[in-house]
T-cell receptor, first 114, second 115 residues
């Protein structure tokens, strides 16, 4: 079946630090990959996505590249802000795997200190 | 354009009662997904519905849980005879297309507490 593994949190960084959150996946078919962000008390918002190998998704200074050879989709940002504090979820959807829903990692809680 | 709406936001039920969670998708969206977020776990897919049809319920528990998306009105996730293990956040998402590369838009969730 499909699965997503991402680094456990919480991850605590100082403002303006470089961020990497690792994400690897297993999939039956050829999935599309997503990063979602969840702020306290809210639902998930799409941060970025990539639908084929070597695609780079980017938004709000965040980037992730679809690496088929390493089955990875690591999230990066060059300089984090306090407002980036949230829970980040890596996810995939794989029509070849049968289910129509997203498969999520467990989430990484990011805390940015001023 | 209003986003995905869920109500209630918080629901408290005693063991053995029924819980009904409602989801109104974004305007123009006819595809609805339900997910459950248990403590210390990630979100798990439960069911995918289109208007009047259940398309994929591979993530639904076999007993006590049901879902519908009628021609008119919101989608409903129904949990009969709730137990403490049903305490979780339930999220609904919607999409205009059934395409794996298309975004699902999430609601704010319903937090169910079973006492």
């Amino acid at each position: 079946g499909n699965s997503v593994t991402q680094m456990e949190g919480p991850v605590t960084l100082s403002e303006e630090a470089f961020l990497t959150i690792n994400c690897t996946y297993t999939a039956t078919g050829y999935p599309s990959l997503f990063w979602y962000v969840q702020y306290p008390g809210e639902g998930l918002q799409l941060l970025l996505k990539a639908t084929k190998a070597d695609d780079k998704g980017s938004n709000k200074g965040f980037e992730a590249t679809y690496r088929k050879e390493t089955t990875s989709f690591h999230l990066e940002k060059g300089s984090v802000q306090v407002s980036d504090s949230a829970v980040y979820f890596c996810a995939l959807i794989d029509s070849g795997g049968g289910a129509d829903g997203l498969t999520f990692g467990k989430g990484t809680h990011l805390i940015i200190q001023p | 354009n209003a986003g995905v709406m869920q109500n209630p936001r918080h629901l408290v039920r005693r063991r053995g009662q029924e819980a009904r969670l409602r989801c109104s998708p974004m305007k123009g969206h006819s595809h609805v997904y339900w997910y459950r977020q248990l403590p210390e776990e990630g979100l798990k897919f439960m069911v995918y519905l289109q208007k009047e049809n259940i398309i994929d319920e591979s993530g639904m528990p076999k007993e006590r849980f049901s879902a519908e998306f009628p021609k008119e009105g919101p989608s409903i996730l129904r949990i009969q005879q709730v137990v403490r293990g049903d305490s979780a956040a339930y999220f609904c998402a919607s999409s205009p297309f059934r395409r794996e590369d298309y975004e699902q838009y999430f609601g704010p969730g319903t937090r169910l507490t079973v006492t």
